[in-house]
């Protein structure tokens, strides 16, 4: 079996929106207004007074959703996905088989406090996240 690929045949666009939609999503559900206490205590990370985000709490979630979004793209162009469920299925696959596992294995250090919980509120994340960019990349390219 012979999978085809062209990083030629990419939609660059498509890929920058969805890594970009992706991105957006994963950052407020990190956040103090949504699960971020909970990941905070998942951690053991307790929050200075005056402590503040810095750009590389930006700059490299973004390169990594990028990063996902490029890879998301090459796996639906070798699957040649066709419709709107094949393109739900591979992020769901993708998001739920990899990265929620791997946010699962990565929790489980010894400066984690909780890293069921850490795991759950992350790979959630991801698997959601993941899913959504599938289906942006597939509705645009």
């Known amino acids: 079996m012979m999978l085809e690929f062209s990083i030629h045949s990419i939609n660059w666009l498509a890929v920058l929106v969805a890594s970009f939609a992706y991105f957006m999503f994963t950052g407020p559900w990190h956040s103090q207004f949504v699960f971020g206490k909970k990941w905070d205590e998942a951690l053991g990370f307790e929050r200075p007074e005056n402590w503040k985000v ?3 709490y930006y700059i490299v979630p973004f390169l990594g959703s990028l990063g996902v979004g490029i890879t998301v793209a090459i796996f639906s162009q070798l699957l ?4 709107l469920s094949e393109a739900l299925s591979l992020g769901l696959i993708l998001g739920l ?3 929620t596992s791997l946010t ?3 929790a ?3 400066t984690v406090k ?5 795991g759950l509120i992350t790979g959630t994340a991801h698997a959601i996240g993941i ?3 599938s289906v942006i990349l597939f509705a645009i390219g």
Not at 80 to 83: G, I, L, T, W, Y
């Open 54 to 56: 810095t750009p590389i």
């Open 80 to 83: 040649a996905v066709q419709n």
């Open 97 to 99: 088989g990899l990265a």
């Open 104 to 106: 699962f294995i990565n």
């Open 108 to 110: 489980v250090t010894p």
């Open 114 to 118: 909780r890293p069921i919980l850490l």
């Open 131 to 133: 899913s959504l960019l």
